[in-house]
C-alpha cells in the first residue's frame, strides 16, 4: 500500500482557482510537516511560474513521459515541498503523443510518478482544463478529485458535466467541490451555494474562498498566499481549506 495520497485538481473550465488553489493547498500542506510533491500536467504552466520555478524544457515531466523512463526532474521549492515542472514548449503535442502510444498510454504518468509514492505524503496534480489522455492518466492515481468552481450558473453547469463524463466515460467521481472568488453579498453566487448545499452536501467543502485582490496578486510575487500576504481573506480562507483536506483525508 502506497504511502501518498495522491489528488487531482481539475475543472474543463478555464479561470475558477485551479492553479491557485493547487499552489495553496502545496504549500498549506508543506507548512504543517507534510512532505508534498506538486506536480504541474497543465501546458500553460503556470504552477510551475507561481511556484517561481524556471527550468530547461528537458526538464519538463513531457519528456519523462516521450521518454518512457521511470523519473522525473524533481525541483526543490522549500522544506517539505517539491515540484515536478511543466514548460509550454515542451508540452506541445505530448497528448498525441499519449494518445498514441499502443500499450497502457493511460498509465503512463503512474510508471513515472509510481516510484516516489512513498517519498511522500501528497501529491498534488494541477490539470489541464479539458478532458485528454494526460488528465485521465492523472485521473487514474488520483485518490481524490477537486474541483474549484466559481459561484455562477455557467460553473454549476460546467461542474454537472463534468459529474457526468466522469461518471459515464471513467466510472470516477467527484471527492470535493470548492467554491472560488466567491461574492458572498451577490444574490446570484448565495443561489449557487444554496444549490450546492441541497444537492452536493457530501462533496461541497465547508471552506468558501473569497473573491480577494491579494490571491490575484499572489501569481505576481511568485509566492504562497501564505507568505504574500498572511492575514488577508485569502490566506485565513485557504487555511481552512488545507486543514479540511487533512481532516477528510484522514477519515
Not at 192 to 205: F, M, T
Amino acid at each position: 500500500m502506497r504511502k501518498s495520497i495522491n489528488i487531482a485538481i481539475t475543472n474543463f473550465k478555464g479561470g475558477t482557482g485551479k492553479t491557485t488553489t493547487a499552489v495553496n493547498l502545496a504549500h498549506g500542506l508543506a507548512d504543517r510537516g507534510y512532505k508534498v510533491l506538486a506536480i504541474d500536467l497543465d501546458a500553460q504552466a503556470n504552477l510551475t511560474d507561481l511556484m517561481g520555478v524556471q527550468i530547461d524544457p528537458e526538464q519538463c515531466i513531457s519528456e519523462a513521459l516521450r521518454k518512457k523512463i521511470n523519473n522525473v526532474t524533481i525541483i526543490n521549492v522549500k522544506q517539505n515541498l517539491d515540484v515536478v515542472p511543466s514548460h509550454n514548449f515542451s508540452m506541445v503535442g505530448i497528448e498525441t503523443e499519449l494518445q498514441n502510444m499502443l500499450s497502457k498510454s493511460d498509465r503512463q504518468l503512474e510508471r513515472c510518478i509510481s516510484p516516489y509514492y512513498d517519498s511522500y505524503d501528497f501529491i498534488i496534480m494541477d490539470l489541464a482544463p479539458a478532458l485528454n489522455s494526460l488528465t485521465v492518466n492523472a485521473y487514474n492515481i488520483a485518490d481524490r478529485l477537486i474541483v474549484p468552481i466559481l459561484s455562477d450558473y455557467l460553473s454549476l453547469t460546467g461542474l454537472y458535466t463534468l459529474e457526468n463524463r466522469l461518471e459515464d466515460d471513467l466510472e470516477m467521481s467527484i471527492s470535493d467541490i470548492l467554491i472560488t472568488k466567491h461574492e458572498a453579498s451577490t444574490s446570484l453566487a448565495k443561489e449557487v451555494l444554496n444549490e450546492l448545499s441541497e444537492n452536493r452536501k457530501g462533496i461541497l467543502c465547508n471552506t468558501v474562498i473569497p473573491k480577494n485582490i491579494a490571491l490575484s496578486e499572489q501569481g505576481i510575487a511568485k509566492e504562497s498566499i501564505y507568505d504574500y500576504a498572511p492575514t488577508s481573506a485569502g490566506a485565513i480562507a485557504y487555511r481552512e481549506f488545507v486543514n479540511e483536506i487533512i481532516k477528510r483525508t484522514n477519515g
